[in-house]
């Protein structure tokens, strides 16, 4: 004879669907909890170890620029620390940016894999790809940008009616060598941590919760990691079309491609605008933009064609809804202290 209690042991509950029964059974005691049960458990779980990631990562933030900082200065007897104040050449700081920024972002998100126990090549998926698959996701990528960049031009023009102006402007270096390196950071080594932490660590450790709920969970936080109203809709779709690439090419390395030309782009045009007579900077703008779209759209039909399935999204099997899993994901206790974190530094730069 089977029984159905609920937890801890309420005879009313009679439901065989209810998640919030363990089934008893005569001789055998209670079974151990349902699938439903356990997948919401283990998805808290993986929550609150990327709500973790996130606290410490500005933890990490906090002090380590000041340690490079530290080290480099043994070296270099001239650079002066007074607290807060640091008195350096331009190309210090700028490596000091560079190396600060990756290991703030990318040990947290290791530490999150491992005691997750994601294997790293599950982590990390770094397979050969075909180049005629990578050059058409580059081109539909970058016509998707100019969705991202109109949707971001919006919200910085309603935001301007407000007298608020979000710091969203690169800040190009003029010393040679911090110029060089400015560059290194924003279309080699950024492009390279962020998709092995968002495409990678974060993306392919949720993907046994559902492809969908992970492509989606890693570009909101791909859009909130960038601390910017204003760039958070160009990150965010860039994030799922990254995203839902990485995972139908299967290699990280795809992901890396289209993002660092993506900055590469970004950073060539604002180059030559500045260089450009201010009356002519808007129609080169749209003159780029629609090329882009032009050649995205050709690169869709061409990814279309040659691969037919590759827009047919097959959504995984769980035995939780979307809403019940986006629920108890954005309500871990460590993710509800990540985000509040991550919206103030959003409201910080609006100022």
């Given at each position: 004879?089977?029984?159905?209690?609920?937890?801890?042991?309420?005879?009313?509950?009679?439901?065989?669907?209810?998640?919030?029964?363990?089934?008893?059974?005569?001789?055998?005691?209670?079974?151990?909890?349902?699938?439903?049960?356990?997948?919401?458990?283990?998805?808290?779980?993986?929550?609150?170890?990327?709500?973790?990631?996130?606290?410490?990562?500005?933890?990490?933030?906090?002090?380590?620029?000041?340690?490079?900082?530290?080290?480099?200065?043994?070296?270099?007897?001239?650079?002066?620390?007074?607290?807060?104040?640091?008195?350096?050449?331009?190309?210090?700081?700028?490596?000091?940016?560079?190396?600060?920024?990756?290991?703030?972002?990318?040990?947290?998100?290791?530490?999150?894999?491992?005691?997750?126990?994601?294997?790293?090549?599950?982590?990390?998926?770094?397979?050969?790809?075909?180049?005629?698959?990578?050059?058409?996701?580059?081109?539909?990528?970058?016509?998707?940008?100019?969705?991202?960049?109109?949707?971001?031009?919006?919200?910085?023009?309603?935001?301007?009616?407000?007298?608020?102006?979000?710091?969203?402007?690169?800040?190009?270096?003029?010393?040679?060598?911090?110029?060089?390196?400015?560059?290194?950071?924003?279309?080699?080594?950024?492009?390279?941590?962020?998709?092995?932490?968002?495409?990678?660590?974060?993306?392919?450790?949720?993907?046994?919760?559902?492809?969908?709920?992970a492509l989606v969970l890693s570009a909101i936080l791909f859009a909130l990691f960038?601390?910017?109203?204003?760039?958070?809709?160009?990150?965010?779709?860039?994030?799922?079309?990254?995203?839902?690439?990485?995972?139908?090419?299967?290699?990280?390395?795809?992901?890396?491609?289209?993002?660092?030309?993506?900055?590469?782009?970004?950073?060539?045009?604002?180059?030559?605008?500045?260089?450009?007579?201010?009356?002519?900077?808007?129609?080169?703008?749209?003159?780029?933009?629609?090329?882009?779209?032009?050649?995205?759209?050709?690169?869709?039909?061409?990814?279309?064609?040659?691969?037919?399935?590759?827009?047919?999204?097959?959504?995984?099997?769980?035995?939780?809804?979307?809403?019940?899993?986006?629920?108890?994901?954005?309500?871990?206790?460590?993710?509800?202290?990540?985000?509040?974190?991550?919206?103030?530094?959003?409201?910080?730069?609006?100022?």
């Amino acid at each position: 004879m089977t029984r159905y209690y609920k937890i801890p042991t309420d005879p009313t509950c009679r439901r065989e669907d209810d998640p919030n029964c363990y089934t008893y059974v005569d001789g055998y005691g209670f079974t151990p909890p349902p699938p439903l049960v356990t997948e919401r458990r283990i998805l808290q779980r993986y929550s609150n170890g990327l709500g973790f990631a996130t606290l410490l990562y500005f933890i990490l933030t906090a002090f380590v620029p000041f340690f490079i900082l530290s080290v480099i200065a043994i070296f270099q007897p001239a650079i002066r620390i007074y607290g807060n104040q640091v008195l350096a050449s331009s190309h210090v700081i700028m490596l000091v940016n560079v190396l600060s920024s990756a290991i703030c972002l990318f040990v947290p998100f290791l530490l999150f894999v491992l005691l997750c126990r994601v294997p790293l090549n599950i982590a990390f998926p770094l397979h050969r790809f075909s180049a005629s698959l990578c050059i058409p996701c580059v081109f539909v990528a970058l016509a998707v940008s100019v969705i991202g960049v109109t949707s971001s031009n919006l919200i910085s023009a309603m935001l301007s009616t407000l007298n608020l102006q979000p710091h969203t402007d690169l800040y190009m270096p003029t010393q040679p060598v911090a110029m060089v390196l400015f560059g290194i950071q924003l279309c080699v080594i950024t492009p390279i941590i962020e998709e092995f932490v968002f495409r990678g660590m974060i993306f392919q450790s949720m993907r046994r919760f559902g492809d969908s709920f992970a492509l989606v969970l890693s570009a909101i936080l791909f859009a909130l990691f960038h601390g910017n109203l204003v760039q958070a809709p160009n990150a965010f779709l860039m994030g799922l079309v990254i995203g839902y690439f990485v995972l139908y090419s299967g290699s990280l390395w795809v992901g890396v491609i289209i993002h660092a030309v993506n900055n590469a782009m970004s950073l060539a045009l604002d180059l030559l605008c500045a260089a450009l007579p201010e009356e002519y900077q808007s129609l080169f703008l749209l003159s780029v933009f629609a090329l882009y779209l032009v050649a995205g759209i050709a690169a869709l039909l061409v990814l279309v064609r040659k691969y037919p399935n590759m827009f047919m999204f097959i959504r995984s099997t769980t035995f939780s809804t979307e809403r019940i899993k986006y629920r108890v994901a954005f309500s871990s206790l460590t993710m509800v202290f990540a985000l509040i974190l991550l919206v103030a530094l959003i409201i910080q730069n609006m100022f």
